[in-house]
């Protein structure tokens, strides 16, 4: 395709087609954009023109995208958000002379992250102004892919397709049991050691690509588990002896309660990589840049020192 018409493509066509496809419904587009509802059925017809196939179906009840429009939209929202970061960019210098950065993190991360990213700002005070985004890994990387943030710290099986990845550590499935449960005074289990028991972990994330199948290769089966989204639900439910929990050491880091023990999984054990993930382009300022190589150092030199603290198994 000569890409000579797209050179007429503007930053309102994206703008209008972006948020189109958030709203779902001209109507609502329109009144988000200040225009009325033909200019942006206008805006939407002159890309399909210029692109020469159409990026919408459109039936009385929705819309939806066309495989062109699936690509397409990945495209435009990173331009559009680009774009409204680095105006935002401008106004922060401008107004308060330090940049912006985005940081994504996994919960389970948060404390880590934050005392590195306090760590920056004492060495360098007032020189970034950060937004934070907490969120699962699979949303982290889509938010990274469409421009929203500017580096992710994540946990990951396999590094994701056009993203540029730093390994940080590893961390290790552990076992949360109630403390009347036989395990409670192990100080370690093996997977065949849960025997029928049933298990309570993460319905995203990697611990459905790390649980389940561990169970099945390792354990000796046992019954569906219970999936959550919280923490919280998965104490619960080992509180009340419903499940046993199969989660991320990191999430246990925090974890004082009387009537719940952590106990490591060997034999083999199974870890998640923690990474840090960032757009493979230079990022977009020096605050950044500097940042994001701070927060790969500072994290991996903890993780090191860890590993050297802790006892052999």
Known sequence: MDPAPLRALTLRH???????VQEGHFGRAAQRLSITQPALSNAIKQMERLLGAPLLERTTHRLALTPLGAEVLER?????????QALRDIRNVVVRGRAHVRIGVIPSAGRQVAAAVAAFEARQPGAVSVEWADAPSTELV?????????????????????????????DPLVLVVHRDHPLAAARSAS????????LAFFESGSMPALGGPAR?????????????RYAETLHALVRSRLALGLMPRLYTVALHDPELHVVPLRQPKIERRVVLLRRPEPLRSAAARALAEFLGER???????????APAA
């Open 14 to 20: 994206l703008q209008c087609f972006s948020v189109l």
């Open 191 to 198: 997977w065949k050691a849960l025997g029928s028991e049933r």
């Open 216 to 228: 099945a290769q390792f354990g000796e089966g046992g019954p569906q588990p219970l999936r959550v």
């Open 142 to 170: 889509e938010r990274l892919r469409g421009g929203q943030l500017d580096v992710a710290v994540a946990a990951i099986t396999e590094a994701p397709e056009g993203l540029a990845c730093t390994d940080l550590f590893r």
């Open 76 to 84: 435009t929202d990173f331009v559009v958000n680009t774009v409204d």
């Open 299 to 309: 994290l991996t030199a903890l993780a090191a020192r860890r590993r050297v603290a």
